[in-house]
Protein backbone atom coordinates (compact mmCIF):
# COMPACT_ATOMS: atom_id res chain seq x y z
CA UNK A 1 0.00 0.00 0.00
CA UNK A 2 1.10 3.30 -1.03
CA UNK A 3 1.94 5.38 2.51
CA UNK A 4 -0.08 8.17 2.59
CA UNK A 5 1.47 11.92 1.87
CA UNK A 6 1.53 13.62 5.32
CA UNK A 7 0.13 17.37 4.98
CA UNK A 8 2.28 20.14 4.28
CA UNK A 9 1.86 23.87 5.68
CA UNK A 10 -1.21 25.35 4.25
CA UNK A 11 -1.31 27.61 1.11
CA UNK A 12 0.23 30.89 1.57
CA UNK A 13 2.72 33.32 0.67
CA UNK A 14 4.86 32.01 3.07
CA UNK A 15 4.62 28.36 2.36
CA UNK A 16 5.29 29.05 -1.66
CA UNK A 17 8.51 31.35 -0.91
CA UNK A 18 10.09 28.55 1.78
CA UNK A 19 12.99 26.24 0.93
CA UNK A 20 12.19 22.59 0.32
CA UNK A 21 11.97 20.95 3.34
CA UNK A 22 11.56 16.60 4.33
CA UNK A 23 9.83 15.98 6.67
CA UNK A 24 11.27 15.03 9.92
CA UNK A 25 10.29 11.55 10.64
CA UNK A 26 7.51 10.75 13.32
CA UNK A 27 7.91 9.12 16.39
CA UNK A 28 8.52 5.53 16.46
CA UNK A 29 8.90 3.68 19.88
CA UNK A 30 10.33 4.60 23.06
CA UNK A 31 12.85 7.32 23.96
CA UNK A 32 14.74 9.09 26.82
CA UNK A 33 15.36 13.23 27.12
CA UNK A 34 16.21 15.42 29.48
CA UNK A 35 13.57 17.72 28.22
CA UNK A 36 10.28 17.13 25.98
CA UNK A 37 9.06 20.14 24.27
CA UNK A 38 5.36 20.17 22.89
CA UNK A 39 4.51 22.49 20.18
CA UNK A 40 6.94 23.10 17.17
CA UNK A 41 6.25 26.84 16.71
CA UNK A 42 8.48 29.79 17.24
CA UNK A 43 8.33 29.50 21.12
CA UNK A 44 8.76 25.82 21.15
CA UNK A 45 11.14 26.00 18.62
CA UNK A 46 14.08 28.39 20.84
CA UNK A 47 13.13 26.56 24.02
CA UNK A 48 14.70 23.25 21.92
CA UNK A 49 17.35 25.39 20.21
CA UNK A 50 18.38 27.02 23.22
CA UNK A 51 18.41 23.69 25.48
CA UNK A 52 20.51 21.94 23.04
CA UNK A 53 22.99 24.64 23.13
CA UNK A 54 23.49 24.23 26.99
CA UNK A 55 23.92 20.51 26.14
CA UNK A 56 20.52 18.83 27.10
CA UNK A 57 19.03 16.00 25.31
CA UNK A 58 15.90 17.24 23.80
CA UNK A 59 13.17 16.21 21.62
CA UNK A 60 10.74 17.98 20.20
CA UNK A 61 7.00 16.88 19.75
CA UNK A 62 4.89 18.89 16.24
CA UNK A 63 1.66 17.49 15.45
CA UNK A 64 1.79 18.44 11.68
CA UNK A 65 4.79 20.92 10.29
CA UNK A 66 6.96 23.25 11.99
CA UNK A 67 5.88 26.49 12.35
CA UNK A 68 2.39 25.16 10.56
CA UNK A 69 0.23 27.04 12.65
CA UNK A 70 0.62 30.90 13.91
CA UNK A 71 4.13 30.86 14.08
CA UNK A 72 4.34 30.42 9.91
CA UNK A 73 1.32 32.69 9.11
CA UNK A 74 1.35 35.59 11.34
CA UNK A 75 2.22 39.03 10.03
CA UNK A 76 6.10 38.77 10.18
CA UNK A 77 6.07 42.21 12.46
CA UNK A 78 9.47 41.99 15.16
CA UNK A 79 8.83 44.89 17.41
CA UNK A 80 8.83 45.15 21.26
CA UNK A 81 5.79 45.31 23.24
CA UNK A 82 3.37 42.63 24.26
CA UNK A 83 -0.61 42.62 23.04
CA UNK A 84 -1.36 43.93 26.65
CA UNK A 85 0.22 47.69 26.58
CA UNK A 86 2.04 48.64 29.31
CA UNK A 87 0.11 51.03 30.57
CA UNK A 88 -2.15 48.41 31.99
CA UNK A 89 1.00 46.15 32.83
CA UNK A 90 2.20 49.22 35.01
CA UNK A 91 -1.41 49.36 36.71
CA UNK A 92 -0.85 45.53 37.50
CA UNK A 93 2.36 44.98 38.84
CA UNK A 94 4.02 48.66 39.27
CA UNK A 95 6.68 50.84 37.23
CA UNK A 96 9.85 48.47 38.38
CA UNK A 97 8.13 45.33 37.21
CA UNK A 98 6.46 46.97 34.24
CA UNK A 99 9.95 48.20 32.98
CA UNK A 100 11.34 44.83 33.59
CA UNK A 101 8.98 43.40 31.71
CA UNK A 102 9.62 45.89 28.50
CA UNK A 103 13.18 45.02 28.91
CA UNK A 104 12.29 41.28 28.18
CA UNK A 105 10.21 42.10 25.19
CA UNK A 106 13.24 44.27 24.11
CA UNK A 107 15.45 41.18 24.39
CA UNK A 108 13.11 39.41 21.86
CA UNK A 109 13.06 41.18 19.41
CA UNK A 110 17.01 41.54 20.02
CA UNK A 111 17.22 37.36 20.49
CA UNK A 112 15.59 37.63 16.53
CA UNK A 113 17.60 39.74 14.68
CA UNK A 114 21.10 38.38 16.57
CA UNK A 115 19.45 34.78 15.40
CA UNK A 116 19.41 36.08 11.90
CA UNK A 117 22.79 37.41 11.86
CA UNK A 118 24.58 34.32 13.03
CA UNK A 119 22.21 32.08 11.38
CA UNK A 120 22.19 34.03 7.89
CA UNK A 121 18.96 32.12 6.56
CA UNK A 122 17.67 32.49 3.51
CA UNK A 123 14.78 34.76 2.55
CA UNK A 124 14.61 35.83 6.24
CA UNK A 125 16.93 39.13 5.85
CA UNK A 126 15.00 41.61 8.03
CA UNK A 127 13.84 44.85 6.79
CA UNK A 128 13.97 47.51 9.32
CA UNK A 129 11.53 50.05 10.69
CA UNK A 130 7.56 49.89 11.97
CA UNK A 131 5.28 53.01 11.60
CA UNK A 132 1.87 52.72 14.22
CA UNK A 133 -0.45 55.80 12.73
CA UNK A 134 -3.44 56.82 13.71
CA UNK A 135 -7.02 56.72 12.14
CA UNK A 136 -8.17 59.98 14.21
CA UNK A 137 -6.39 63.31 15.01
CA UNK A 138 -4.40 63.13 18.90
CA UNK A 139 -0.89 65.04 18.23
CA UNK A 140 -1.05 65.50 21.67
CA UNK A 141 -1.90 61.93 22.76
CA UNK A 142 0.46 60.71 20.58
CA UNK A 143 3.60 63.39 21.52
CA UNK A 144 2.65 62.06 25.39
CA UNK A 145 3.10 58.61 24.74
CA UNK A 146 6.01 59.09 22.64
CA UNK A 147 7.76 61.13 26.08
CA UNK A 148 6.29 58.15 28.39
CA UNK A 149 8.24 55.74 26.23
CA UNK A 150 11.46 57.67 26.12
CA UNK A 151 11.54 58.77 29.66
CA UNK A 152 10.53 55.93 31.75
CA UNK A 153 11.34 53.18 29.11
CA UNK A 154 14.27 54.83 27.36
CA UNK A 155 12.60 53.07 24.01
CA UNK A 156 12.16 56.64 21.63
CA UNK A 157 9.86 57.17 19.04
CA UNK A 158 10.36 59.02 16.05
CA UNK A 159 6.70 61.27 16.19
CA UNK A 160 5.24 62.24 12.70
CA UNK A 161 3.16 64.85 12.26
CA UNK A 162 0.37 64.27 9.73
CA UNK A 163 1.91 65.63 6.75
CA UNK A 164 5.03 63.70 6.65
CA UNK A 165 2.82 60.62 7.70
CA UNK A 166 0.83 61.80 4.58
CA UNK A 167 3.77 62.41 2.41
CA UNK A 168 4.36 58.72 3.11
CA UNK A 169 1.37 56.76 3.07
CA UNK A 170 -0.60 58.57 0.43
CA UNK A 171 -4.01 58.52 1.87
CA UNK A 172 -6.35 60.70 4.01
CA UNK A 173 -7.41 57.86 6.44
CA UNK A 174 -4.64 58.48 8.65
CA UNK A 175 -3.06 61.17 10.55
CA UNK A 176 -0.50 61.24 13.26
CA UNK A 177 2.31 58.32 13.61
CA UNK A 178 5.03 56.78 16.22
CA UNK A 179 8.08 55.65 13.84
CA UNK A 180 10.51 52.95 15.61
CA UNK A 181 13.68 52.07 14.21
CA UNK A 182 14.25 49.45 16.06
CA UNK A 183 11.67 46.80 14.87
CA UNK A 184 11.67 45.22 11.73
CA UNK A 185 10.14 42.65 9.45
CA UNK A 186 10.61 39.16 8.29
CA UNK A 187 9.10 35.65 6.94
CA UNK A 188 7.80 34.34 9.82
CA UNK A 189 8.19 31.09 8.40
CA UNK A 190 11.65 30.57 6.77
CA UNK A 191 13.10 31.89 10.23
CA UNK A 192 10.92 29.39 12.06
CA UNK A 193 12.77 26.91 9.29
CA UNK A 194 15.74 28.08 10.70
CA UNK A 195 15.76 27.51 14.12
CA UNK A 196 14.39 24.13 14.11
CA UNK A 197 18.07 23.49 11.68
CA UNK A 198 20.10 25.21 13.69
CA UNK A 199 18.25 23.38 16.96
CA UNK A 200 19.19 19.82 15.04
CA UNK A 201 23.03 21.05 14.18
CA UNK A 202 22.72 21.40 18.23
CA UNK A 203 21.93 18.16 19.34
CA UNK A 204 17.64 18.26 19.75
CA UNK A 205 15.94 15.99 17.79
CA UNK A 206 12.77 16.96 16.22
CA UNK A 207 9.67 15.01 15.50
CA UNK A 208 6.88 16.07 13.05
CA UNK A 209 3.51 14.40 12.31
CA UNK A 210 3.88 13.25 16.01
CA UNK A 211 1.16 14.81 17.81
CA UNK A 212 1.20 14.21 21.68
CA UNK A 213 -1.84 12.31 23.29
CA UNK A 214 -1.66 12.24 26.76
CA UNK A 215 1.37 13.36 29.40
CA UNK A 216 1.33 10.63 32.34
CA UNK A 217 3.79 10.78 35.41
CA UNK A 218 6.59 8.37 36.15
CA UNK A 219 8.97 8.35 38.93
CA UNK A 220 10.88 11.69 39.41
CA UNK A 221 9.71 12.97 35.90
CA UNK A 222 6.93 12.54 32.74
CA UNK A 223 5.96 10.25 29.83
CA UNK A 224 4.97 11.68 26.73
CA UNK A 225 2.76 9.02 24.65
CA UNK A 226 2.22 9.40 21.01
CA UNK A 227 0.28 7.31 18.45
CA UNK A 228 2.85 5.09 18.04
CA UNK A 229 6.11 6.25 20.70
CA UNK A 230 6.87 8.05 23.96
CA UNK A 231 9.30 10.36 25.19
CA UNK A 232 10.50 10.04 29.05
CA UNK A 233 11.64 13.17 30.43
CA UNK A 234 12.24 15.10 33.81
CA UNK A 235 10.69 18.46 32.19
CA UNK A 236 8.24 18.89 29.91
CA UNK A 237 7.62 22.27 28.10
CA UNK A 238 3.47 22.71 26.58
CA UNK A 239 4.22 25.35 23.86
CA UNK A 240 1.10 24.16 21.95
CA UNK A 241 -1.15 27.79 21.88
CA UNK A 242 -4.63 27.61 20.41
CA UNK A 243 -4.27 23.81 18.81
CA UNK A 244 -4.16 21.61 22.59
CA UNK A 245 -4.97 18.94 22.80
CA UNK A 246 -6.05 17.82 26.27
CA UNK A 247 -2.87 17.94 27.85
CA UNK A 248 -2.55 19.75 30.72
CA UNK A 249 -6.78 20.85 31.00
CA UNK A 250 -5.89 24.24 32.95
CA UNK A 251 -3.59 25.64 30.58
CA UNK A 252 -5.66 24.93 27.62
CA UNK A 253 -8.85 26.36 29.32
CA UNK A 254 -6.76 29.48 29.38
CA UNK A 255 -5.90 30.01 26.18
CA UNK A 256 -8.73 31.67 23.94
CA UNK A 257 -8.22 30.54 19.93
CA UNK A 258 -8.72 33.99 17.78
CA UNK A 259 -8.38 34.02 14.26
CA UNK A 260 -6.68 36.78 12.16
CA UNK A 261 -6.78 37.21 8.49
CA UNK A 262 -4.02 37.30 5.65
CA UNK A 263 -3.43 38.03 1.92
CA UNK A 264 -0.38 38.81 -0.26
CA UNK A 265 -1.59 40.89 -3.97
CA UNK A 266 0.12 39.94 -7.23
CA UNK A 267 3.33 41.81 -7.97
CA UNK A 268 2.47 45.57 -8.47
CA UNK A 269 5.66 47.38 -7.60
CA UNK A 270 5.44 50.15 -9.56
CA UNK A 271 1.62 50.89 -8.55
CA UNK A 272 2.56 50.05 -4.75
CA UNK A 273 5.66 52.88 -5.09
CA UNK A 274 3.59 55.56 -5.39
CA UNK A 275 1.14 55.18 -2.37
CA UNK A 276 2.99 53.12 -0.13
CA UNK A 277 6.70 55.04 0.48
CA UNK A 278 7.71 53.41 3.28
CA UNK A 279 9.54 49.85 3.14
CA UNK A 280 9.20 48.67 6.99
CA UNK A 281 6.26 47.42 9.43
CA UNK A 282 2.64 49.78 8.84
CA UNK A 283 0.15 49.36 11.41
CA UNK A 284 -3.19 51.50 12.57
CA UNK A 285 -4.54 51.95 15.98
CA UNK A 286 -7.77 50.15 14.79
CA UNK A 287 -9.13 48.06 17.85
CA UNK A 288 -8.98 45.16 15.30
CA UNK A 289 -5.88 46.66 13.68
CA UNK A 290 -5.05 46.47 9.93
CA UNK A 291 -1.51 45.70 9.78
CA UNK A 292 0.62 45.60 6.17
CA UNK A 293 4.08 45.37 4.82
CA UNK A 294 5.63 45.52 0.83
CA UNK A 295 7.00 41.76 0.56
CA UNK A 296 9.46 40.24 -2.22
CA UNK A 297 7.87 40.84 -5.75
CA UNK A 298 6.61 44.30 -5.12
CA UNK A 299 3.53 42.07 -3.31
CA UNK A 300 1.22 44.06 -1.03
CA UNK A 301 1.03 41.51 2.20
CA UNK A 302 -2.34 42.72 4.56
CA UNK A 303 -3.78 41.41 7.59
CA UNK A 304 -6.62 42.21 9.65
CA UNK A 305 -10.27 41.15 10.99
CA UNK A 306 -9.59 39.58 13.86
CA UNK A 307 -12.69 37.25 15.01
CA UNK A 308 -13.18 34.51 17.13
CA UNK A 309 -14.30 32.00 15.02
CA UNK A 310 -12.53 29.29 14.42
CA UNK A 311 -13.22 28.67 10.28
CA UNK A 312 -12.75 30.77 7.33
CA UNK A 313 -15.10 33.04 6.00
CA UNK A 314 -16.09 33.04 2.67
CA UNK A 315 -15.00 35.73 0.05
CA UNK A 316 -11.47 36.34 2.57
CA UNK A 317 -9.79 37.69 -0.41
CA UNK A 318 -12.57 40.20 -1.48
CA UNK A 319 -13.21 41.47 1.71
CA UNK A 320 -9.72 41.94 2.87
CA UNK A 321 -9.36 43.58 -0.74
CA UNK A 322 -12.06 45.96 -0.03
CA UNK A 323 -10.09 47.16 3.16
CA UNK A 324 -7.38 47.97 1.52
CA UNK A 325 -8.43 49.75 -1.49
CA UNK A 326 -10.68 52.03 0.92
CA UNK A 327 -7.80 53.42 2.15
CA UNK A 328 -5.77 53.19 -1.00
CA UNK A 329 -7.97 53.16 -3.88
CA UNK A 330 -5.31 54.49 -5.87
CA UNK A 331 -4.04 50.77 -6.23
CA UNK A 332 -6.99 50.15 -8.51
CA UNK A 333 -7.85 46.46 -9.41
CA UNK A 334 -5.59 43.78 -8.70
CA UNK A 335 -5.34 39.91 -7.94
CA UNK A 336 -5.10 38.31 -4.79
CA UNK A 337 -2.63 35.48 -4.70
CA UNK A 338 -2.60 34.24 -1.47
CA UNK A 339 -5.42 34.41 1.39
CA UNK A 340 -5.21 32.71 4.72
CA UNK A 341 -6.47 32.67 8.39
CA UNK A 342 -4.18 32.19 11.34
CA UNK A 343 -5.43 30.79 14.84
CA UNK A 344 -3.86 33.17 17.75
CA UNK A 345 -3.33 31.71 20.97
CA UNK A 346 -4.58 34.65 23.72
CA UNK A 347 -5.00 34.50 27.13
CA UNK A 348 -8.11 36.41 28.66
CA UNK A 349 -5.36 38.82 30.04
CA UNK A 350 -3.28 39.72 26.77
CA UNK A 351 -0.15 38.81 28.13
CA UNK A 352 1.92 35.31 27.28
CA UNK A 353 2.00 32.26 30.03
CA UNK A 354 5.69 31.66 31.04
CA UNK A 355 6.65 29.89 33.67
CA UNK A 356 6.21 26.59 35.36
CA UNK A 357 2.72 25.38 36.00
CA UNK A 358 3.62 22.08 37.50
CA UNK A 359 6.39 20.09 38.87
CA UNK A 360 8.41 20.01 36.03
CA UNK A 361 5.59 21.05 33.85
CA UNK A 362 6.50 24.26 32.33
CA UNK A 363 4.00 26.92 29.54
CA UNK A 364 5.42 28.65 26.93
CA UNK A 365 2.21 29.68 25.38
CA UNK A 366 -0.20 32.54 24.94
CA UNK A 367 1.65 34.63 22.33
CA UNK A 368 -1.29 36.33 20.32
CA UNK A 369 -0.90 39.51 18.98
CA UNK A 370 2.77 40.39 19.75
CA UNK A 371 4.06 36.72 19.03
CA UNK A 372 7.71 36.94 17.24
CA UNK A 373 9.61 38.79 19.61
CA UNK A 374 7.69 37.29 22.76
CA UNK A 375 7.68 33.46 21.62
CA UNK A 376 11.83 34.42 21.63
CA UNK A 377 11.86 36.05 25.30
CA UNK A 378 9.04 33.08 26.55
CA UNK A 379 11.41 30.43 24.73
CA UNK A 380 15.05 31.97 25.57
CA UNK A 381 13.37 32.35 29.67
CA UNK A 382 12.46 28.92 29.69
CA UNK A 383 15.38 27.56 28.41
CA UNK A 384 17.37 29.27 30.95
CA UNK A 385 14.89 28.30 34.02
CA UNK A 386 15.57 24.09 32.95
CA UNK A 387 18.99 24.89 32.03
CA UNK A 388 20.53 26.94 35.04
CA UNK A 389 17.64 27.89 37.20
CA UNK A 390 16.99 31.44 35.40
CA UNK A 391 14.02 32.31 37.59
CA UNK A 392 12.88 35.90 35.82
CA UNK A 393 9.95 34.17 34.18
CA UNK A 394 8.44 34.85 37.72
CA UNK A 395 7.82 38.26 36.36
CA UNK A 396 4.86 36.84 34.68
CA UNK A 397 3.32 35.52 37.91
CA UNK A 398 0.73 37.68 37.56
CA UNK A 399 -0.76 36.90 34.97
CA UNK A 400 -0.92 32.92 35.47
CA UNK A 401 -3.10 30.65 33.62
CA UNK A 402 -6.69 31.66 33.97
CA UNK A 403 -9.90 30.44 32.38
CA UNK A 404 -11.09 32.10 29.29
CA UNK A 405 -14.32 30.85 29.58
CA UNK A 406 -15.01 28.47 27.30
CA UNK A 407 -17.58 28.89 24.15
CA UNK A 408 -18.90 31.65 26.54
CA UNK A 409 -15.63 33.40 26.82
CA UNK A 410 -15.07 33.20 23.01
CA UNK A 411 -18.83 34.63 22.40
CA UNK A 412 -17.89 37.00 24.84
CA UNK A 413 -14.52 38.43 23.44
CA UNK A 414 -16.40 38.19 20.11
CA UNK A 415 -18.89 40.57 21.14
CA UNK A 416 -16.22 43.15 22.57
CA UNK A 417 -14.54 43.21 19.49
CA UNK A 418 -17.55 43.89 17.34
CA UNK A 419 -18.78 46.98 19.72
CA UNK A 420 -14.62 47.87 19.56
CA UNK A 421 -15.35 47.84 15.83
CA UNK A 422 -18.23 50.34 16.50
CA UNK A 423 -16.13 52.51 18.53
CA UNK A 424 -13.64 52.52 15.75
CA UNK A 425 -16.51 53.32 13.11
CA UNK A 426 -17.87 56.28 14.91
CA UNK A 427 -14.06 57.83 15.65
CA UNK A 428 -12.60 57.73 12.41
CA UNK A 429 -15.97 59.46 10.59
CA UNK A 430 -15.78 62.06 13.09
CA UNK A 431 -12.17 62.54 12.29
CA UNK A 432 -13.01 62.64 8.66
CA UNK A 433 -15.61 65.14 9.04
CA UNK A 434 -12.97 67.40 10.87
CA UNK A 435 -10.36 66.78 8.69
CA UNK A 436 -12.60 67.71 5.54
CA UNK A 437 -14.05 71.20 7.68
CA UNK A 438 -10.12 72.15 8.30
CA UNK A 439 -8.99 71.65 4.93
Known sequence: MKPETPPGHIDSFYAATMPPVAVRPPLQGHVQADTCVIGGGLAGLTVARDLAGAGQAVVLLEAQRIAWAASGRNGGFVSPGYAEGIEAIERRVGPDD???????SVAGVEYVRDTIAELDPAGVAPVPGWLKVLRYDDAEGLRRRARIMAEEYDHPRDFWPVERVRETLRTTTYFQGLHDASAFHIHPLNYALALAEDGVRKGAVIHEMSPATRIDRSGGGWVVQTANGSVAARQVVLAVSAYGAGLWRPLERAILPVATYVVASEPMEDRLAEAIRFPGCIGDTRRA???????????????????????????????????????????????????????????????????????????????????????????????????????????????????????????????????????????????????????
Not at 98 to 104: F, I, P, S
Open 289 to 439: SDYYRIVGGGRLLWGGRITTRRSEPSHLADSLKRDIRAIYPQLGDFRIEHAWAGLMGYAINKMPIIGRVGDGIWACTGFGGHGLNTTAMGGSLIAAAIANGDDRWRLFSAWGPRWAGGPVGRAATQLVYWKLQVRDRIEERRARRNDRAGA
Open 98 to 104: ARALWGL
